[in-house]
């Protein structure tokens, strides 16, 4: 390239001048290229420069290692603070550098970059995240629900009664002495052998059970309530729906034991707990079986001949707790069976396996090096937030992606500082149970918070892969759903007034009419969610024609015709409509700057900058040429100069292979040189070569046109990538002159 041999400023101006005037006004001009920052680093160097190109801009390229013979001025102290001051203030903005801490307003190509850098990082926190998560979970965790639920809850005694078939108080005490302790005492295999683990049960031979079991119940006052006068004579007590403040707390006759002794929620560490019919506390009057079944067997016996349950009787709770050392996995297991005060029984359960010992296998510390991660991630984006509120103030709040922010956070670290708290008291409770194998393990306190932690997680996950839509919103087609949405608010805020003064008359009504006699419609919850199932097609039509024959079907005809084929199309109708607008308005706008043109522009100008370099090889390679014999410095440094390059580079090249210093390159120097040139110059050519095959790959990868397609368009595409690439190399010329008159006036 003869511009590059003349690089004096007024034939420079000139040729780009008459080049750019060449390209006429069909050239595409990308406005957004000027503000590119410089390109990644290479590994390819040269003469010039040992260490990786393209470390900073592009004067970079004429970077030198060792010093020139000129001698530079030595910089004040004062300045060498202000120069520590900017490196620590441009390091915090490119660590925390957001699209709200940078003014990107003016600028589409920073905004994109710095938004793709967020991307890039939030991507390796979401997959922290749920390798976190999901590591803390197993398939085995069902199958041992699973099992546990089919021997406590599924299997009939020899009377046929089961646990979910318990509707009386003597089905409860037919229960216990059957199914229960038959499946919570397995001493011996099924030939009757022993299992060889002395009176310790191991359920399912598998699953040990910690400490003894324990049943507790609750019961309320008599005289709770008020009997009408016309019954007093025939009806002397009276015992209320259950109510906290009405439950009864006093000792149950003379008999000694704590299951005729009142306990108060805090004397024996109870939890409070939410039945299908109320929810009840952790009080009561309690007895804990024996580590044996023949010992269990005598204490539910004792129990059942002395009246332990009567009138007052609100709720019955049997506790126990299992583990499994072969997946490491506690099962707290909860069996409830409520006494309503209109009688009969209504029994429920809850099984909740969780892992409350975390580190054993190799699987574990694993987690345990995500968990640490994630620890340092939550400390990052804490001080991202932190200079963002310092930088918005109030106005950060304006955003829902910002609320969204500090949600994921606060969520996250609820969540560490909980796993600290279990890990803590597993180990003192474990420890303890260690010590007193007779006692109750109470694990529910542990199960429950670990269930809400998991819970926690599982919420803070949904977030956080919603969260990614917050990076992704500078892509048009990206942000066909929140444009959507955000502009059909308003709309659909108005016809959710209407639905739902509809939907309210009808559950209402539904409650009113089948209250009585059908379940799904026993509560008013329970009529809005089963309103909302005949939305999806789920109902039992049956049920409703039995309760009433005749408002039931006019009922169901109604609340189908106006709630799904008119409300219900309405709302996709707005949603639809506003759709339609909001896809038209982006295909009409004019395409900004993407990554694709990021990643365009970058590749080149890395090709441009190693070009360059590759000329200025071959420009000293001239000079080598040029003499006879021995080289003088002064004869170098005047054909250098000559071609444009800059003294302290003509000097560092020189001085770099002078290994005398006599100011004169001999023979075996300027072979030396020659070797090392002639290979960086083919290290260029190659890396040349193969950004060239792969953006010909790129062209080649884009849609095929038919035969009309390319008649009518013959060569546009080409032309336009022609002209591109003669612009990218005007700009880099422009570039190198800019930096090299620069260097020569200080």
């Known amino acids: 390239m003869k511009c590059l041999n003349n690089r004096a400023d007024s034939h420079l101006t000139g040729q780009v001048e008459c080049e750019l005037d ?28 040992p260490k990786p190109l393209f470390q900073g801009s592009i004067d970079g390229v004429c970077k030198l290692d060792s010093p020139g013979p000129f001698p530079e001025e030595a910089e004040s102290p004062d300045r060498s603070m202000v120069k520590k001051r900017k490196g620590c203030c ?83 005490w037919s229960y216990t002495q059957g199914p229960l302790l038959d499946g919570l005492y397995w001493t011996t295999w099924y030939n009757n052998q022993s299992l060889d683990n002395g009176n310790q049960s191991f359920i399912y031979y598998e699953n040990m059970l910690l400490g003894v079991p324990r049943m507790r119940q609750i019961k309320i006052k008599n005289n709770s309530c008020k009997v009408h006068d016309d019954f007093q004579d025939e009806i002397t007590g009276c015992f209320d729906v259950y109510n906290e403040k009405k439950e009864d707390d006093l000792n149950l006759g003379l008999i000694n034991g704590t299951a005729w002794t009142y306990h108060t929620e805090k004397e024996i560490k109870g939890s409070a707990h939410w039945g299908l019919l109320s929810t009840y506390t952790g009080a009561g009057y309690y007895q804990d079986l024996s580590r044996t079944k023949e010992g269990s067997t005598a204490a539910v016996m004792e129990l059942m001949e002395k009246l332990w349950l009567d009138h007052g009787t609100r709720a019955v709770f049997i506790d126990f707790s299992t583990y499994n050392a072969n997946i490491n996995m506690f ?32 699987w574990d510390y694993f987690v345990l090096g995500c968990e640490m991660v994630f620890c340092l991630f939550i400390l990052y984006y804490i001080v991202e937030e932190v200079l963002e509120l310092r930088i918005h103030r109030f106005s950060y709040f304006q955003s829902i992606w910002n609320i969204l922010d500090i949600v994921v956070i606060l969520l996250a670290v609820v969540a560490i500082i909980f796993n600290v708290f279990r890990t803590i008291k597993v180990d003192k409770l474990l420890g303890k149970l260690l010590q007193q194998p007779d006692i109750y393990a109470d694990f529910e306190f542990l199960a429950f918070w670990q269930t809400q932690y998991n819970n926690m997680n599982a919420v803070n996950l949904f977030f956080a892969w919603i969260k990614v839509f917050k990076y992704i919103s500078f892509n048009k087609t990206m942000t066909q759903l929140s444009s959507t949405l955000g502009r059909c608010a308003k709309d659909i805020m108005g016809f959710a007034i209407m639905f739902f003064i509809v939907f309210f008359a009808y559950a209402q009504l539904g409650y009113l009419l089948f209250g009585t006699e059908v379940d799904s419609f026993s509560t008013f919850v329970k009529c809005i969610f089963t309103q909302f199932r005949i939305i999806l097609g789920d109902f039992d ?72 370099k590759k000329e200025k090889i071959s420009d000293v390679q001239k000079a080598l040429r040029s003499g006879s014999g021995e080289i003088e410095f002064k004869d170098f440094r005047e054909t250098l100069k000559e071609m444009g390059h800059a003294d302290h580079e003509i000097s560092a090249a020189f001085s770099r292979f002078d290994y005398d210093g006599n100011q004169i390159l001999d023979h075996e120097e300027q072979e030396k040189m020659k070797r090392e040139l002639e290979e960086k110059r083919d290290a260029l050519s190659a890396e040349l070569n193969n950004l060239g095959i792969n953006y010909g790959n790129g062209i080649v990868a884009e849609p095929a046109m038919t035969t009309n397609d390319q008649k009518n368009k013959p060569s546009q595409t080409l032309v336009e990538q022609d002209e591109f690439q003669r612009i990218e190399m005007i700009m880099g010329k422009l570039e190198l002159c800019d930096n090299t008159k620069g260097k020569e006036m200080e």
Not at 22 to 47: E, Q, Y
Not at 336 to 354: D, K, N
């Open 90 to 172: 441009t390091f915090i903005k490119g660590l925390w550098g957001t699209t709200l801490t940078e003014n990107t307003s003016d600028n589409r190509e920073l905004f994109v970059r710095t938004t793709l850098r967020e991307l890039l990082v939030y991507v390796v926190f979401l997959v922290d995240i749920c390798l976190l998560t999901y590591g803390m979970t197993s398939s085995s965790t069902y199958y041992y629900t699973k099992a546990m639920t089919d021997l406590f809850v599924n299997t009939a005694g020899d009377g046929g009664v089961k646990f979910q078939s318990i509707s009386t108080m003597t089905d409860f």
């Open 541 to 612: 039509y049956d049920a409703i024609e039995r309760a009433n024959r005749v408002l039931g079907p006019i009922y169901f005809v109604t609340y189908v015709f106006f709630v799904f084929f008119v409300l219900l199309n309405m709302f996709l109708a707005i949603i639809n409509d506003t759709y339609s607008e909001v896809k038209e308005e982006l295909s009409s706008q004019k395409d900004e700057l993407q990554i694709t043109d990021i990643i365009k522009q970058s590749y080149m100008k890395t090709f441009m900058k190693l070009k360059l």
């Open 22 to 49: 060449s390209l006429g006004t069909g050239a595409w001009v990308n406005h957004g290229f000027c503000g590119s920052p410089p390109p990644s680093s290479h590994a390819v160097s040269t003469i010039y420069n």
């Open 331 to 362: 099962c707290v297991i909860r069996l409830l069976v409520e006494f309503p005060a209109t009688g009969g029984a209504i029994p429920s359960y809850q099984i909740r396996t969780v892992k409350l010992i975390r580190y054993i296998t190799y």
